[in-house]
């Protein structure tokens, strides 16, 4: 009971830890993609919460069985959430949308699983339950490997990791139903005086484990790898806004060093102190700037210069 217990506890902070990172990526950069993978594995939390406490818990075990066989309101809510966040994730990462068929595969999932417990006690009936949920892993298998083949929109890294999901998808689909069947019609207990259920799969931990050391690779290796290159970007691009806006208002050289302490919004005795200059040298230089940007406050310096930053970005984008 003691390894169990350790082993929940460490699932549960594989699971968290996972989340907090995506979490936190999605508050910085609003992407949902990252909002999906959150939900995703808060619901991973959830799921494996209720097995602990039915391994370690026999009233709640048993209550929580009962209500399974009868109405499994919340295994069937993190099961549907689970379903849609995994295709958000997969359309996401295609740079696709996702179809009318595929959202009818969500609802006729939802429907088989809340009509199925009407069924007659037995094994059979839990196996029917669980099936549709593999086989929808394996279509998004299916799914992600022809986006990884066919899907020219996508870069190399994006190709990766679709690459990678659909064959944890498709393997594991086929595992978590071959384990499903031995242990429901082998191990468990569905009789009208007992019922005994094994509710934690193995191969669904396994699943669950390597999608969340997944993420956690893309976030500390890709993802900051593009975080970097990006930054890296974009201090190239301020580089060239700048010398480009000097040559198309035709500053000196010293007229440049003067511009970009003025962009910094110092005071002339600053700019003097800074370039070894006198205060009526760099009054000089402000007043040529000034007449070159046809301006006559300090004020409109930023705006004029990040109006023509907007321009630059719209005609990159365009180009």
Known sequence: MVAIFIYNILLIVLYTITMSIALTYYA????????????????????????????????????????????PAVKTIIFI??????????????????????????????????????????????????LPNQLFLFYLGCYAWRQFRKNTKISETTRKYLKWASIIALIFSIAIILEDTFVIFNIDQYTSLTIKIYNRNICEDIFSILVSLMVIYYFLRDHAVREEQLLQTEEENRELY?????????????????????????????????????????????????????????????????????????????S
């Open 28 to 71: 910085k950069e609003k992407r949902k993609i990252f909002l999906a993978i959150t939900f995703y594995l808060a619901f991973f939390i959830l799921d494996n919460v209720i097995i602990y406490m039915t391994e370690f818990f026999n009233s709640f075990a048993s209550n929580y069985n009962q209500a399974f066989m009868s109405v």
């Open 81 to 130: 959430v689970n379903a849609f966040c995994s295709l958000w994730i997969v359309v996401a990462l295609s740079k696709d949308k996702i179809r009318p068929f595929q959202t009818g595969m969500l609802i006729l999932l939802a429907v088989w699983m809340l009509s199925t417990p009407l069924l007659p006690n037995s094994a059979f009936k839990v196996w029917l339950y669980y």
């Open 242 to 318: 700048f010398l480009q806006f000097c040559q198309v208002h035709q500053f000196t050289q010293r007229e440049m060093e003067i511009f970009q302490l003025l962009l910094e919004h110092k005071p002339n005795q600053e700019i003097a102190d800074e370039l070894f200059l006198s205060v009526g040298t760099v009054k000089t230089h402000v007043h040529n700037i000034f007449i070159k940007l046809d301006i006559k406050k300090r004020t409109q310096i930023q705006a004029i210069y990040e109006d023509f930053r907007l321009k630059q970005d719209e005609e990159m984008l365009e």
